[in-house]
């Protein structure tokens, strides 16, 4: 036993030697990543509140050089940004419900595999996911239905995105089938089954597509642009890009109804409702990646 | 059944239909809940991504959108036109133009970005302190969920000319750079951002393949003294494989698609000969400029183009990986 043990130890040094290059190796490169994503998120931070004439001189860093709140303050009370987020906070919740119940509703009857229609259904899903009518043509349908500047216009058009759909049906397919059949034997409805089998078992693929509707209505920009013309029902992100555009006038305004301060600049205010807008998420996120994680499982798993 | 269709076919076919019928029949008088359920989302369906379609003809028509009551009206009342707008398309240079960037863009984005993940993976599967491990993937991980104006709200500050890039650059004594009006840093800020992004998501796709991997290859490895690299380049990176060419299909597949909402929310004209892509010229041109057929035109070139490019993808996903996209 000792004999072989020594036999062995030049190779397993020689291996240990390689081990520990690439060891350092993925220490360095994964820790610089990580920082080349902290780093500009906290100069925002810092530029947010960190003394104007620090920010205009160029001074701030990675750390703020002193405390104000001016910029943060204006932000929060002389513009749109509660209220933005107000909006943003109706079409994610109310949208994502609906998606929600929608995709279980169209996944479940498309995953039996005795449903009747299930081959021309799944095909209408499958074409209209890989072939896009058009921009100008689903504008025209939200006009022409006069949902311009309503929640539902911004809402309902990603009612039902496919690929959740048939990420819900690929899990739902994977049940058990037994248990869905001993149900149906024992006399129990399809609307039954479906809430009180079929949902149970399939928590953590609700969970994932939850979050991605809930991300998706969140973070979309383009359409909630697109289908929105008045300030009263823009959403956060129309709001931010809105701000950024204007930040002169927004600057203007700010000097305007407040006085004149040295600590209100541009970039304060810019990085003030950027910094604002990043916090809801850094809050959630705990909460939150988890299920993303076993949801990108789920979704690669399954393809 | 076989023995049957040469019989009487025709008779076996009907009696077949009719046996269908009567089964689906049957189907539907059982399970009507089935098809209420199926109703909300086949309505959306209908209204949102086949209605659309009806409007693919605007392509094809001098469409006036004051000819009717509604824009959807005023399709059928504006005159047949045929070609005339894909001659004007084809010849026009902007086309090419904007076909270039997106191709540019798109590639520029696979070279740089599509081997980042799979480093990080494997780099990361290396580390084996679990506290660091849960760190880097949860702080990579983060820039997912922050949308496209967010982003670009982070990058405006640091590389605003006195934000801390061009503080930076100009006291190692070089002149300032104006990242988001200059072409060429407009390019490499919109791959970096795409790479800040996109990063952590993808690398946690092939850390989940990665942890699919039989762990007995490698003690075997070890005992036959490969050393870690050989160990990464025999075991790991083969593993890994079917997932990075899924992946890779997946994405040339979806070439034509260079980051619609990132470059709307990051350019301005001063850029838009290297960063105007089909999709924002189609925007621009049609929502902004009223030039609907034209756009339209633009647009349909784009959806039959994609819709080849993902339907080969999956032909060529199914052969050699036997697995379909969807």
């Known amino acids: 036993m000792n ?23 993925a220490y360095v490169f994964l820790t610089v990543l990580c920082f080349l994503v902290i ?10 509140v960190s003394p104007g004439t620090d920010v205009l001189g160029g001074h701030v860093f990675f750390w703020p050089t002193g405390l104000q709140f001016e910029n943060i303050r204006y932000i929060l009370t002389g513009t749109s940004f509660l209220h933005s987020m107000f909006n943003s906070l109706i079409v994610t919740i109310f949208g994502t419900l609906i998606s929600v119940l929608t995709t279980i509703g169209t996944a479940y009857p498309l995953s039996r595999p005795d449903f009747r229609g299930r081959t021309i259904i799944t095909f209408l899903y499958v074409f209209s996911m890989i072939f896009f009518g058009g921009m100008i043509p689903a504008y025209m349908v ?16 990603f009612a039902i995105v496919q690929f959740n759909m048939f990420m819900m049906k690929n899990y739902f397919e994977a049940l058990p089938p037994e248990v869905i059949e001993s149900a149906c034997v024992d006399g ?10 079929v949902c149970p078992m399939s928590k953590p693929v609700i969970a994932t597509i939850t979050l991605l509707y809930a991300v998706g209505y969140w973070n979309n920009y383009f359409h909630a642009m697109l289908y929105t013309t008045s300030t009263k029902m823009q959403t956060l992100q129309v709001y931010l890009k809105n701000l950024i555009a204007n930040i002169q006038d927004t600057l203007a305004e700010s000097v305007g109804s407040t006085g004149y301060s040295q600590n209100l600049t541009s970039d304060g205010l810019t990085a003030s409702a950027v910094t604002m807008s990043i916090i809801p998420i850094v809050l959630l996120y705990p909460f939150i990646a988890r299920y993303l994680v076993s949801g990108i499982t789920i979704g690669s798993v399954k393809g | 059944m076989q023995h049957e269709v040469p019989v009487s076919s025709k008779a076996a076919t009907q009696k077949n239909f009719r046996s269908k019928c009567r089964k689906t029949w049957l189907y539907i008088k059982h399970h009507p809940t089935m098809y209420l359920m199926l109703l909300p989302g086949l309505f959306f369906l209908f209204i949102y991504k086949l209605l659309p379609l009806y409007g693919i003809q605007i392509a094809f028509r001098d469409y006036n959108i004051f000819l009717g009551d509604n824009p959807i ?3 059928a009342k504006s005159d047949w036109i045929g070609l005339k707008y894909f001659q004007r398309l084809f010849s026009s240079s902007q086309f090419f133009k904007v076909l270039r960037n997106t191709l540019v863009i798109s590639c520029l984005k696979i070279i740089f970005l599509f081997p980042l993940p799979i480093i990080c993976a494997i780099l990361l ?54 990242f988001l009006t200059d072409p060429g840093n407009f390019l490499g800020l919109i791959v970096f951002t795409e790479g800040w992004k996109e990063t952590g998501y993808n690398t946690i796709i092939y850390l989940a393949s990665i942890t699919s991997i039989d762990t007995t290859l490698y003690d075997a490895a070890k005992v036959d003294g490969a050393n870690k690299w050989k160990q990464i380049w025999h075991i790991t990176l083969p593993g890994l494989l079917p997932t990075i060419v899924l992946m890779l299909i997946l994405r040339i597949g979806n070439i034509l698609n260079a980051g619609f909402e990132q470059i709307l929310v990051f350019y301005n004209p001063a850029v838009y000969n290297t960063a105007d892509i089909i999709d924002t010229y189609v925007y621009r041109i049609g929502l902004g400029q009223m030039d609907f057929s034209l756009s339209s035109a633009m647009s349909l070139f784009n959806s039959v183009v994609a819709f080849i490019l993902i339907v080969g993808a999956n032909t060529i996903s199914k052969k050699l990986l036997h697995r379909s996209i969807w």
């Open chain 1, 142 to 157: 939200v006009k022409t239905l006069g949902l311009i500047d309503t929640y539902a216009g911004i809402i309902l058009p």
């Open chain 1, 39 to 48: 780093l500009p998120c906290l100069n925002v931070i810092s530029e947010a």
């Open chain 1, 188 to 197: 129990a409805g399809d609307l039954k089954i479906v809430s009180s089998i």
């Open chain 2, 125 to 178: 599967n290396e580390v084996h302190k679990k506290v660091y491990h849960r760190i880097v993937q949860t702080v990579i991980y983060i820039p997912y969920f922050f949308s496209w104006v967010l982003i670009y709200g982070v990058f405006y500050t640091i590389v605003s000319s006195y934000g801390v890039i061009n503080t930076i650059i100009t006291s190692l004594g070089f002149e300032r750079i104006n």
């Open chain 1, 3 to 25: 004999k072989r043990h020594y036999k062995f130890k030049p190779d397993k040094q020689r291996s240990d030697h390689s081990e520990r290059t690439v060891r350092i190796i």
């Open chain 2, 73 to 75: 009206d005023a399709i």
